[in-house]
């Protein structure tokens, strides 16, 4: 279980999001960097560390837009360095953010076990 994170944290984590964001946008042209979204941010309290969440819009761009985040990291912690002004650049870790694929599989299992009743009872 993860301790609640604080408005400091949640903060520093959208600051995080959009640096990540709009350096992906300007500075970032590894064509093996598909059509990648962050869809979240977890930050350590200190900030020396961050999980940036992602997802791509195919199955076939995780891999290889995952391993250019990796190429690009000198380059995004620096933009994040300089959008969170602290004193220590957290060191960030791209993780393949699979909820809603989870949570595709899990309505699929449930659509199979009890089945929408598309009758109306009156």
Known sequence: MT?????????????IKEAITEALAR????PRLGFVTITGVDASPDFAAATVFVTA?????????LKALESARG????????????????????VY???EE????IERLIDEIAPHDDTETA
């Open 97 to 99: 953010d699979d909820t």
């Open 27 to 30: 500075d970032v042209s590894d």
């Open 75 to 94: 380059l995004l912690q620096r933009r994040v360095g300089q959008a969170l002004q602290t004193r220590q650049t957290p060191h960030l870790e791209f």
């Open 57 to 65: 819009l195919t199955r076939a761009q995780r891999e290889p837009s």
């Open 3 to 15: 301790p609640p994170r604080g408005n400091r944290q949640r903060r520093g984590g959208e600051v």
């Open 102 to 105: 989870r949570a595709r599989r």
